[in-house]
């Protein structure tokens, strides 16, 4: 990541344990990643450059 770049989070709550993935690299070295909630637990989707 460039001293430019920026982190954004998107969270999604979720209590049928629904899950989406979503993450997207930017030209400019934006990097997006989601947070999932479920009833259930917490889960984290991590995505590295």
Do not use: P, Y
């Amino acid at each position: 990541m460039g001293s430019t770049g920026v982190i954004e989070w998107n969270r999604v709550e979720s209590s049928n344990g629904f899950e989406q993935n979503q993450h997207r690299m930017e030209s400019n070295g934006i990097i997006e990643w989601t947070r999932m909630q479920s009833s259930n637990a917490l889960e984290w989707n991590n995505h590295r450059m």
